[in-house]
C-alpha cells in the first residue's frame, strides 16, 4: 500500500471522527479559520455553559459569523478544539481555540441549553485536514500583501508568518488582513487551497488599485 493511499485512509477516517452535531459560538465580526488560533475571553453564562460542557465532553465547538445583530448566522464557520482553558475569579473563563476544519450548517437542533448547537456537515472540506505541496506559488500573493500591509501602517513580523506552513499562512493572512468581514467570509467559503489564494488576491489587488487611483486623483 502505497504512502499516499496511507495518508488518505488516515485523513479519511479522521474527517469521519468530527462530531456532526456541534456547540456553537455566533458572534458577529469573527471568522475563525483552521490551522489558526482564537483567544476568546467567555463571561456571558450561554457561553460559560457552552464552554465548561465542551471542555467536559471532547473540548470541540464551532465558531459561526452572526449576520449583524439578528439570530441569523452564515452558513459556513470553523470547528475549533479548546487548546487552553483558564477560569478567572470573576467568573471569565479564557480559552484559546485551534482550527481544526470548516463545516456547512444543515439545520439548527432544538435543545434545552442557553446556547445553540447545529447539525453540520464536512464534506466540502477535507482538504483542511491535510498539508498542501509546497508548490503551490504563493510568491506573488505575498509581495501584495506586504505592500497592503504597509500602506495601511501595519506592522506584520514576516520572518515568524514564514516559518508556517502554506496554509497557516494564508489562513493566517485571511483571518488579520484588513478587509471586510464579507470580505473574510467569502475567504473561508473558499473550497479548494487554490481559491482561497485566487480570492485573496484579488481583493488585495482591487484595494491596492483603489488606493493608486486615489492617489493619481489627488495629484
Not at 498539508?131 to 504563493?138: A, C, K, V, Y
Amino acid at each position: 500500500m502505497s504512502l499516499s493511499v496511507i495518508k488518505n485512509i488516515y485523513y479519511n477516517n479522521l474527517m469521519k471522527s468530527l462530531p456532526d452535531i456541534i456547540p456553537v459560538f455566533p458572534l458577529n465580526g469573527v471568522i475563525y479559520f483552521p490551522k489558526t488560533n482564537l483567544p476568546l475571553n467567555i463571561f456571558e453564562q450561554r457561553y460559560l455553559d457552552l464552554v465548561n460542557d465542551t471542555y467536559k465532553k471532547n473540548k470541540l465547538m464551532g465558531m459561526v459569523q452572526s449576520i449583524k445583530n439578528g439570530n441569523e448566522v452564515y452558513k459556513v464557520g470553523c470547528l475549533g478544539k479548546i487548546s487552553d482553558f483558564q477560569k478567572i475569579k470573576d467568573g471569565r473563563i479564557l480559552i484559546n481555540l485551534t482550527g481544526i476544519s470548516r463545516f456547512k450548517i444543515l439545520e439548527e437542533i432544538k435543545n434545552e441549553k442557553l446556547y445553540r448547537e447545529f447539525k453540520v456537515d464536512y464534506k466540502n472540506f477535507e482538504t483542511d485536514l491535510k498539508s498542501f505541496s509546497e508548490e503551490i506559488d504563493t510568491e506573488t500573493l505575498m509581495d501584495k500583501v506586504k505592500t497592503f500591509f504597509k500602506r495601511n501602517g501595519l506592522l506584520l513580523n514576516w520572518k515568524e508568518l514564514e516559518k508556517l506552513d502554506k496554509t497557516q499562512k494564508i489562513n493566517t493572512l485571511s483571518m488579520i488582513s484588513p478587509i471586510t468581514n464579507e470580505e473574510k467570509q467569502k475567504l473561508l467559503e473558499s473550497i479548494t487551497f487554490n481559491d482561497k489564494i485566487e480570492t485573496l488576491e484579488n481583493i488585495i489587488s482591487f484595494y491596492l488599485h483603489e488606493a493608486n487611483f486615489n492617489n493619481q486623483t489627488v495629484q
